[in-house]
């Protein structure tokens, strides 16, 4: 963990030492462990995944040592018998770290390296060290800072080597108090004011997506490695970096996409995700998300290289509903076809999600056939409509010309009539503002307690609801939210 902490007394700042365990796996010979319960997912190579996220970290993979078991050994996850084979595997080779792909507690972890007598990192902490490493911005570096703190907060008696008492001094009679306890105060203050800084960006980064008026955005999101940037780079002549690297990229991007037959989109490019992502980062990194929050559409990047796309798929639908996004419709792309096996692993995901496009984004294949399935999923929010205004609403006219298509205006003595061809979000909004409203197609999703128009009525300018001994009018029904259209893969 790669912060440092101080202490000021009497105006002097004193550096907290860290552990070894702050410096960079890179270059270090690193030992792959893992155990194997009931219930999980095991691909064909079991530490496919975690050496993957070994060599990011920039470590050397030298040996593994697997065991299945039906609950981990509570001292140390590990059964006895694996422990010693573990540090037998370790002085031959010899290691310098063992990189779990499960999360042990802080007595596991120290118990284990006190058999091992070297260092242990699990899944958590490993993925947080490489997002320490790939963070660019001062917003990517607060948020895994965060994560860091928050997970070294319950560990910090094997971080620290220095647990002697204070020093005596003038102020300072009796038995002073614990380093360790002064490390966790100062760390507990730090993450507070982390928190506090990251919602201050969160909030602005809200302001900055609202701003964007009516303007359409998509929003790349998927497994780690996955080739959402370089699909990215091909939609929009982007020149974000795209490389095969796990967590290459931390930042959200966005850029024009002029979708042909549509015009210009917004397409936002940001963190992958990967299986028992840690909680802490999803919570440091909702400012990050806040692109995918907003979008109108999801582009669910999988690849169909890997053996494990299905299990991919699903560990990231989970995440999605970790950060409550799952609800926001969704179109699934299989990128990477052109590779080997692929094409068996395309109708295999299609038997579960039919609607599935194939594509290789580094080859160019099935990239018309993305463009049209965008174009249709965005078409499908789409509400077409009559709108009667008063001559002098020049305001609301200007409003329909920026957020609508607006396909041909009469006017009359006393009002113009708009037809036009709107998302049914901005259609509500007009609804909410009590225009008066004909429906033509599609449906208006506005609030239950207001009344809106069907397919052959006006909306009244002020929408009321009928009182208890008024005669009901069959012509006017409360508008129905449109359904949700689901996962369109």
Not at 215 to 240: I, Q
Not at 298 to 311: C, E, G, K, M, T
């Amino acid at each position: 963990m790669a912060f440092l902490l101080t202490t000021t007394l009497a105006g002097a700042i004193y550096p907290l030492h860290t552990h070894d365990r702050s410096e960079s796996l890179a270059s270090e010979r690193s030992i792959l462990a893992r155990l194997i319960l009931p219930n999980d997912f095991l691909a064909e190579d079991p530490f496919d995944e975690l050496t993957g996220l070994a060599t990011t970290a920039g470590t050397t993979v030298v040996g593994s040592v697997i065991q299945k078991r039906e609950h981990p050994d509570q001292t140390t996850y590990l059964g006895k018998g694996k422990v010693a084979e573990l540090r037998g595997l370790v002085e031959m080779q010899a290691a310098d770290v063992v990189l779990f792909d499960n999360d042990l507690n802080p007595a596991q972890t120290r118990n284990l390296e006190k058999a091992l007598n070297i260092k242990v990192i699990d899944r958590s902490e490993l993925i947080l060290d490489i997002f320490a490493s790939n963070a660019q911005t001062h917003e990517a570096r607060l948020a895994v800072e965060l994560a860091q703190l928050e997970y070294s907060l319950p560990r910090l008696k094997r971080m620290w080597t220095h647990l002697s008492r204070q020093g005596m001094g003038v102020g300072m009679r009796g038995p002073g108090e614990k380093q360790l306890e002064v490390d966790r105060r100062l760390a507990e203050k730090r993450v507070h004011d982390l928190k506090s800084e990251l919602e201050k960006v969160e909030r602005r980064k809200a302001r900055e997506v609202a701003s964007r008026g009516d303007t359409f955005s998509v929003s790349l999101a998927g497994y780690t490695n996955a080739g959402k940037s370089t699909l990215m780079n091909v939609l929009t002549n982007a020149d974000v970096l795209a490389v095969d690297k796990l967590f290459a990229t931390l930042d959200t991007r966005t850029r024009k996409w002029m979708l042909p037959g549509w015009g210009p989109i917004l397409l936002s490019d940001t963190v992958g995700f990967i299986r028992d992502l840690p909680h802490r980062l999803i919570a440091s990194f909702r400012a990050t998300l806040e692109e995918t929050r907003q979008a109108d559409l999801l582009i669910h990047v999988a690849d169909a290289s890997n053996p494990s796309v299905l299990n991919q798929i699903s560990s990231v639908y989970k995440v999605l509903h970790e950060i409550g996004i799952d609800e926001k419709d969704t179109l699934l792309v299989l990128n990477k076809v052109d590779c080997d096996g692929a094409s068996e692993r395309v109708v295999s995901v299609r038997e579960r999600y039919p609607n599935a496009v194939a594509i290789s984004a580094r080859a160019g294949i099935g990239l018309a056939q993305l463009t049209m399935a965008v174009s249709d999923a965005l078409t499908k929010n789409f509400v077409e409509l009559e709108v009667r205004l008063p001559l002098d609403d020049g305001k609301t006219m200007a409003w329909l010309a920026m957020a609508a298509e607006v396909i041909s205006q009469q006017y009359n003595d006393e009002y113009v009539l708009v037809h036009c061809r709107m998302p049914n979000s901005a259609a509500g909004k007009l609804a909410g503002q009590g225009a008066d409203i004909r429906v033509i197609s599609g449906k208006i999703p506005i609030a239950a307690e207001k009344l809106g128009p069907d397919s052959a009525t006006f909306l009244a300018p002020v929408a009321r609801e009928p009182s208890s001994d008024a005669p009901s009018d069959s012509s006017e029904k409360q508008v129905v939210a449109p359904e949700k259209m689901g996962d369109v893969a």
